[in-house]
């Protein structure tokens, strides 16, 4: 239950950072600053390239950073893209021909979704398919997609209305959203980073639920080292009686 409420909680939140507002509805976020529809969808289309990008970024640092880091920095500089760019709708609206208000607004989109493909885009499949063993993961990652899709479904009829309705006060439910993100995956996101798949069971059994700080150690890791320092200590201890053999017959 604990792995399908973190799976869960990791499809919607990656959902709720607003990504899928920014993609879908990209003409009518941008026209909120004054730019045309044909203009909009050629900046969205530089999005294709980040996100192979930022993808590419994440598959490399992945396993040297770690899944906790990730996600939660990545969800904070989220969030303060939304704030920054609420407040320049909220200044430079429509009607405003401050060309460089326009493109600081594009340029944080754009950041922000290279700094989505870093982090939450990707980890929110991958960290869900490692969480379960063989036996549990192909039902506790099909739940995760069905929460993926049913907060994307609501994301996209929720949205125009929303632009239409309250414009620039929309983006608050995604810095909230975002801010509320890294402090749960903060409080509640055990660190995989390294771990076998045969270590989750372990990690869930033995690894308290809030995990801040925590340095949990699976056992076959415990296992190993020990047995290289007994092989170090074995080996030591071969040289030293070869060492004392050829005093011996020195002498």
């Known amino acids: 239950m ?5 799976v869960m909680a990791i499809q919607a939140s ?23 529809t044909g203009l909009s969808l050629l900046l969205q289309s530089v999005n294709a ?11 490399l640092t992945i ?27 909220k200044v430079f609206p429509t009607t405003s021909h401050n060309t460089g208000a326009h493109w600081a607004f594009v340029v944080l989109t754009w950041m922000f979704n290279l700094v989505f493909f870093i982090t939450s885009g990707p980890l929110s ?16 990652v099909s739940v995760g997609a069905m929460t993926s899709f049913a907060f994307n479904t609501m994301i ?5 209305i929303a632009i239409t309705a309250i414009g620039w006060k929309y983006y608050v439910v995604f810095i909230v959203c975002n801010l509320t993100n890294a402090i749960f995956f903060w409080c ?39 047995k290289v ?14 060492k004392m053999a050829e005093f011996v017959e020195e002498a």
């Open 2 to 6: 604990r792995r399908m409420i973190l």
């Open 14 to 36: 990656c959902q709720m950072t607003g990504v899928s507002a920014i993609q879908y509805f990209s003409p009518q976020i941008f026209a909120q600053i004054g730019i045309s």
């Open 49 to 59: 390239i980040i996100a192979f990008a930022g993808t590419t970024v994440c598959i």
């Open 63 to 89: 396993d040297s950073i770690g899944r906790r880091p990730l996600e939660i920095y990545g969800c904070l500089f989220l969030c303060a893209t939304f704030v920054v760019n609420a407040a320049i709708i």
């Open 125 to 140: 499949w991958s960290i869900p398919a490692e969480l379960f063993g063989t036996a549990m993961r192909l039902k506790g």
């Open 156 to 160: 996209g009829q929720v949205t125009p």
């Open 188 to 226: 509640y996101l055990p660190e995989t980073k390294g771990l076998n798949l045969e270590d989750m069971n372990e990690l869930f059994r033995d690894h308290p639920l809030f995990v801040p700080g925590s340095k949990w150690v699976p056992s076959s890791e415990v296992d190993e080292s020990a």
């Open 229 to 242: 320092i007994a092989r170090q200590e074995g080996l030591a201890g071969v040289a030293s009686k070869e």
